[in-house]
Structure formats: structure tokens, C-alpha cells
């Protein structure tokens, strides 16, 4: 795209006709010829007048100040937004997968060793309750030790003799030890009490569930010999699930831990969870230059699943700004551009500075200021008038309040009619004729008249801005003709421009759609 703008600075159409450009052309020839924008200049002995970006790069155009009559702006769709302060919110959207709340993780391990007997919660994924039974252990050291519990119960009830207090005494000793030794087996309480009330041993032992959610690991089977410590399920509770995301490393520093969210998934489109940041990992993807981020989802319903797909988006509030709508900025290459609404249809193209997007908005960093109005729509066209305005350099659009915007066409001095044959150009070769006369009615004679024709760069397309300028001779009466060529159809912004003695006496401007292809 710089380079198409590079072309569109180096190769332009000569401009206007007072600068004496065609001079030595015999009367009836096409003055229509290519030259460079600084011979233009040279040749016209004077400077454009001051454009927005005149000491920019050459890749970048010139901009000048625009009027538009209410007609036009109406035709080419011309809004305009306010700059204000505003609360300003960001977003980052993003995509994630819902892993297990590892803080609500409960592994299911014995103490002490024996077979695995009869297995109940006998698959993945099933669903359990807290207290919930899980399997049957048979542990000869379990047994022992229910055993010597029994022995110290019935040794502590016969202890009956006199002095027996010490006996007694000795008696809950082991009472107490063989008690304790159930407890750090982590036999369930509700075993410790059978074995009191019936004094019976029972060979199994029931295994119950620490915590109730879902089995997402199972390694008890049947008959399994199993040591203390062996890890026999992972129970997991989904009643709050973590999301895992990722955001790029130039949003890490908009990100912080308890900043909410909200998380989507196609399974139930009309649907949004709220979230929150709980953990954002110390450490880049030196691959994907990404940094990941823990979102922590509750999840009562347990509509979200394990390994599910779900669309995050984080929002930022950023307090109060000094915003803009994201439609009101202008991208020029490298330049960042507003064309600023002083009223009656008078625009002003401005060079300004803009944070990262929020929204619909931009933040403004400089300038502008707030309460100024800015072109919300149309943009890519005003900025086409303000390049050829530029680029003509013998227009300055009236100051705001001077006038209305009409004043752009209105007669400087003369009365200018413009017509074509045939009366839509087409490509090709083309007949323009003006007719000029006075406040008096009398027709103006002595006149240097030309026609430009201009049509803005096209990057999308490669194409450069075109620039197009036909001399037109007298023939007598106040009426000036001449041919010219217009290069390919389209829409083209035609200004007839007369001068005389040095002085511009009239001016017109047009839009016109050329027929033909390119």
C-alpha cells in the first residue's frame, strides 16, 4: 500500500490552468499530459497551501482542509460522533477447555494393606456422594488390630479385684492405643462403633468416598492386592470447574487476577457463564508468544464438562476516557486521522494518536479534545476530496462561520456552466465545454480554462490515484471548448477551474461516473 501512495506522490497529473502549464499549445490541442507533482508546482511558481501532512514521508499524500454542501454530505452518507469521556470497557476474546478444580480433588487411599473384595463404584466417570461406599478391603492387619481392640474392651470390664485401679488403668491404656491405631487406618467411624456395641470382627471393611462428584480416575478391581499409599480413585468435585485460556503477550499487562469474564459455549447458544480470573501463569509460549490464564467457572448445573470447548471473553474496565467511535479513525498508511466537524459542512482533516481498542471505541491519547465533533462514516470519501483538494492547491475551503459550504461552488466573479459531450463521459476521448459570463450577464473572454479529473488511490486494488487535466480553447462569446481523455470508467471528481489575469474568477465541482470499463 506505501508503495501505490509512493507512485500516486511521484507520478500526478498536471494541475491547474492559471499556472500556465499549457502555454505554447496551439489553440484546439488537448493539454492532457503526466508530470511530476513537484514540476507541477515549480511550474505554477507558487506553493500549495498549508495540507495536513506536507512535511510527512512521501509515501503518505497531503490532506487539505474540505466543504461539503448538505447535498453531497447527504449523498455520500456523511455522519458525525461526538469526543467525549466516557466509561470505557475493553475486551479479549479468547478460546479455553474446562479442566477439574484442582482444589477440589480428593484422592481415595489406605493405610494399611489387604484385598480389594467387592468393588461398588466400578467405573469412570460414575457419580458418587460423600459417605458414599466405594468398595470392601480384607486386611489381616485390620483384623489384628480389631481384635486387640476387643481384647483391651473385655480386659478393661473384668478388671474387678481390689487394687484393681491400676489394672484398670493399664487396661485403657491399651484401650486408647488400639482405638488410636483404627483412627490413623482411617477406619470410618461408623466401623469403630459396630465393632463396640456388637464386639464382633468383620473381615471387610467398607471404603467410603472423602467428598461427592465424579470418578475421573479408578484403579480398585477385584482380588487386587493393594500396599498403603496406593492411590485407589481420584474423585473430583465439578461443582466449580477452571477454564484454561490464552491471551497474546501484548495483553498480559490489561489483564490481572479477579478481572471478570464471560464463558459461552455452542452448546447452549443462548446462554452466558460468568467467570473470573483466578491465576495467570508467570511464563510465555516462546513458540506462540502467548501466556496462559486460569479461569475459575461455578458450575451448579454441571452444564460444562471435562475437556468441553468454550469461548472466553475477558472484560477490562478502563474508568474514564477521553474516547471516540472506532468509525471515526481513519487509517493512512502510517497516520492515524480524524477529519474534524467545524460546522456548515466545513471538514478539517486532523494527525492524531490512539490507544488500543475498546470495544467500539478508541481511546484518545492526543489530538483531539472533548466536545469536537468527527466524521463517523463516510471517511475513505472525504479523505478522497481532501486529497484532491490538496493536490490542486489553489482552493482553501472557507474558515467555519464564513459563509455556507456551498461557497465551494459558488461564482468568484463570473458565472460558470459546465457541460460534456457526450453529457456522460465515457472512456475515451470526450468534448468539454464552458460557457462564462459576468454578474452582468456578459460573456467573460480572455480566459484560461481547464477541466481536472481525479480519482483517488485504490490500494485494495493496486491501483494508484489517477489525475487527469484538459485545457480548454476559446471559441469566442464567453464559450471554451476542448477534447480530453478519461482513462477508464468510474467515479471520477471533475473541477472546472477559470482564471483570468492571474486571478481566479470562477470554480466548479463535481461528481461524475464515467461509463466504460477499465
Keep these: 500500500m506505501n508503495r501505490s501512495r509512493a507512485s500516486r506522490a511521484a507520478v500526478i497529473l498536471a494541475a491547474v490552468a492559471e499556472a500556465g502549464l499549457c502555454s505554447g499549445y ?42 461539503l454542501t448538505p447535498q453531497r454530505m447527504q ?35 489406605i493405610r494399611f494393606a ?16 460423600q459417605g458414599q461406599p466405594l468398595l470392601t478391603i480384607y486386611s489381616p492387619d485390620l483384623v489384628t488390630a480389631e481384635q486387640d481392640y476387643l481384647v483391651a474392651k473385655e480386659l478393661l470390664a473384668k478388671t474387678t479385684v481390689p487394687g484393681g485401679a491400676a489394672g484398670s488403668h493399664g487396661s485403657q491404656s491399651l484401650l486408647d492405643a ?40 479408578r484403579k480398585a478391581f477385584p482380588n487386587m492386592y493393594v500396599q498403603p499409599g496406593t492411590k485407589l480413585y481420584s474423585v473430583a468435585d465439578l461443582s466449580t470447574v477452571w477454564v484454561y485460556a490464552e491471551i497474546f503477550q501484548s495483553d498480559i499487562g490489561r489483564v490481572k487476577v479477579g478481572d471478570p469474564a464471560a464463558i459461552t459455549v455452542d452448546s447452549y447458544p443462548d446462554q452466558t457463564l460468568p467467570a473470573r480470573v483466578s491465576f495467570i501463569w508467570p511464563e510465555v509460549d516462546q513458540a506462540t508468544r502467548r501466556a496462559r490464564v486460569r479461569l475459575e467457572v461455578p458450575n451448579p448445573e454441571l452444564k460444562l464438562l471435562l475437556g468441553m470447548f468454550v469461548n472466553v471473553e475477558l472484560g477490562l474496565p478502563l474508568g474514564d476516557q477521553l474516547a471516540i467511535p472506532a468509525s471515526g479513525l481513519y487509517q493512512s498508511g502510517t497516520r ?41 462514516s463516510a471517511n475513505f470519501l472525504i479523505d478522497s476530496e481532501s486529497q484532491l483538494q490538496a493536490a490542486l492547491g489553489s482552493f482553501a475551503p472557507p474558515p467555519p ?36 459570463t459576468g454578474t452582468d450577464g456578459a460573456a467573460i473572454t480572455g480566459a484560461q480554462v481547464t477541466v481536472t479529473f481525479y480519482m483517488p488511490a485504490m490500494p485494495a486494488m493496486g491501483m494508484a490515484a489517477m489525475r487527469n487535466v484538459a485545457t480548454l480553447s476559446e471559441k469566442g462569446g464567453g464559450l471554451y471548448e476542448g477534447p480530453g481523455e478519461v482513462q477508464m470508467g468510474g467515479t471520477w471528481q471533475v473541477t472546472v477551474l477559470a482564471s483570468k489575469a492571474g486571478q481566479t474568477i470562477a470554480q466548479k465541482q463535481v461528481s461524475v461516473t464515467a461509463e466504460g470499463g477499465m
Design 26 to 67: 496551439p489553440p484546439g490541442h488537448s493539454c492532457f499530459h503526466w508530470v511530476s507533482e513537484a514540476q507541477a508546482q515549480t511550474k505554477q511558481g507558487t506553493a500549495a497551501p498549508a495540507a495536513l501532512g506536507a512535511g510527512a514521508p512521501a509515501s503518505e499524500p497531503n490532506l487539505a482542509p474540505v466543504a
Design 75 to 109: 449523498s455520500i452518507g456523511v455522519k458525525t460522533g461526538v469526543v467525549e469521556y466516557r466509561p470505557v470497557r475493553d475486551e479479549i476474546r479468547t478460546v479455553g477447555n474446562i479442566e477439574a478444580d484442582e482444589t477440589r480433588l480428593s484422592d481415595v487411599q
Design 114 to 129: 489387604g484385598w480389594v473384595q467387592k468393588v461398588y463404584a466400578d467405573a469412570t466417570y460414575k457419580q458418587v456422594r
Design 178 to 217: 488400639a482405638t488410636e491405631r483404627l483412627k490413623r487406618w482411617q477406619v470410618p467411624d461408623r466401623e469403630v462403633v459396630r465393632l463396640k456395641k456388637s464386639g464382633k470382627i468383620r473381615h471387610e471393611i467398607e471404603i467410603d468416598s472423602p467428598a461427592s462428584g465424579f470418578i475421573i480416575d
Design 336 to 376: 492515524q486521522i480524524a477529519f474534524v466537524d467545524h460546522g456548515g459542512g466545513y471538514f478539517e482533516p486532523r494527525d492524531i494518536e490512539v490507544g488500543a481498542r475498546a470495544g467500539d471505541d478508541f481511546v484518545v491519547l492526543k489530538g483531539l479534545k472533548a466536545g469536537e465533533r468527527i466524521a463517523t
Design 401 to 436: 462561520g464564513v459563509g455556507a459550504a456551498a461557497a465551494m461552488n459558488a461564482p468568484q466573479g463570473a458565472t460558470l456552466e459546465y457541460s460534456s459531450n457526450p453529457a456522460t463521459p465515457r472512456k475515451g476521448s470526450n468534448n468539454f465545454r464552458v460557457k462564462l
